[in-house]
């Protein structure tokens, strides 16, 4: 089982919690718009055991009517991709 394999778990929890929905009613909401997602896929991206692909970015940027960038942590752009720089 993987550990930290996203980096918007966190962020799908808060904006799922802000709307009072459950996981169910995310999953269903997803699928609605086309996506294939289930409430077990949502609580293993919640926990971050699951990736995200750049689909399923999309989508829960749409359901939650937010911008993709809002999903990622802040400063998530500013970090080095390696701590090659010096």
């Not at 009072?20 to 269903?28: D, H, I, N, P, V």
């Not at 989508?59 to 911008?67: E, G, P, R, S």
């Amino acid at each position: 089982m993987l550990k930290n394999a996203n980096v918007v778990g966190q962020n799908v929890v808060k904006f799922r919690h802000q709307a009072g929905w459950t996981q169910e009613m995310l999953a269903a909401k997803m699928q609605l718009l086309g996506g294939y997602i289930t409430r077990d896929i949502i609580a293993q991206i919640e926990t971050r055991r699951s990736t995200v692909n750049d689909e399923r970015v999309m989508l829960f940027a749409k359901v939650f009517d937010v911008k993709i960038g809002r999903l990622f942590p802040e400063n998530f752009g500013n970090k080095s991709p390696c701590d090659c720089r010096k």
